[in-house]
């Protein structure tokens, strides 16, 4: 399984940003992929996860409203539509994808296990 991040730069804050997860190798057609952060100094967090066999969605209680996550499986691609960010958004961002996961929800909750694969990241600052 292979996740490609893109999309990540500088941004003002209150503006907007689109990330994108290009995903190949995955075995199976009903996977589960998400985006996930970590700022510096704090734990990675989970954002918004799509169900790929029924395009169910997952979304942190932190970013309902703001971000969007979508996806083009024709292109094989997760797009997460970041807005209204604001500075506590900087952090790198991650995709990450399980081709054999239990529930949508608990594969955005508890991603720290094996069979979770994981993109590079992609940074993301928003100033102030």
């Known amino acids: 399984v292979q996740l490609v991040e893109s999309g990540g730069g500088l941004v003002q804050a209150g503006g907007s940003l689109r990330l994108s997860c290009e995903a190949s190798?995955?075995?199976?057609?009903?996977?589960?992929i998400g985006w996930f952060r970590q700022a510096p100094g704090k734990e990675r967090e989970d954002l918004a996860c799509?169900?790929?066999?029924?395009?169910?969605?997952y979304y942190a209680d932190s970013v309902k409203g703001r971000f969007t996550i979508s996806s083009d499986y024709a292109k094989n691609t997760v797009y997460l539509q970041m807005s209204n960010l604001n500075p506590e958004d900087t952090a790198e961002y991650y995709c990450?994808?399980?081709?054999?996961?239990?529930?949508?929800?608990?594969?955005?909750?508890?991603?720290?296990?094996?069979?979770?694969?994981w993109g590079q990241g992609t940074q993301v600052t928003v100033s102030s």
């Open positions: 990450a994808a399980d081709p054999y996961y239990a529930t949508l929800d608990s594969f955005c909750t508890a991603f720290y296990t094996s069979g979770v694969h």
């Open positions: 190798g995955i075995p199976t057609d009903d996977y589960a």
């Open positions: 799509i169900s790929a066999s029924d395009n169910s969605t």
